[in-house]
């Protein structure tokens, strides 16, 4: 299996969370937001993880660059992590509005990284690395996440 599909996948598998987070909220269901919302951060935190500690470093490595992509997707992963902490401030204040803004910016933001993610970087990370060996340890580093 290639990266960009590994990772779409599991890019498709946040998007949906996002998602349950996103219905539940709507519902004023705070209890059902608080769940959504931690489970979305904790394996989208998972999946930063896995790029920041494992993909981008051997792309770097094999590319001998680490100014390039893989710079930018770390700056944006930070912003995405202020955004979460940013619902879940409004999610605990029972503030719809403070979510719906905090999320719609948020959505924004992943499908332009994906975007930028899937149709860039991963093909090169793909063309750069040993797509199959990569996609297992990411795969481990994943599934370590969702097993906690």
Request: glycine share 4%; hydrophobic share 45%; net charge negative.
């Amino acid at each position: 299996m290639s990266i960009i599909t590994f990772m779409r996948q599991h890019h498709s598998h946040c998007d949906e969370l996002f998602v349950a987070a996103e219905e539940a909220a709507h519902r004023k269901d705070w209890d059902a937001t608080r769940a959504a919302v931690t489970r979305f951060a904790t394996d989208i935190e998972a999946h930063f993880a896995a790029e920041e500690e494992r993909l981008f470093p051997a792309f770097e490595h094999a590319t001998g660059s680490a100014m390039g992509p893989t710079q930018m997707m770390r700056m944006e992963h930070a912003q995405m992590r202020g955004l979460l902490d940013q619902m879940s401030a409004a999610v605990t204040a029972r503030d719809l509005d403070a979510y719906a803004g905090a999320a719609e910016t948020l959505l924004v933001l992943m499908q332009q990284h994906n975007m930028k993610e899937e149709n860039i970087l991963y093909p090169m990370c793909d063309r750069a690395l040993h797509g199959d060996e990569m996609v297992n340890i990411l795969n481990q580093r994943l599934g370590a996440a969702s097993a906690t």
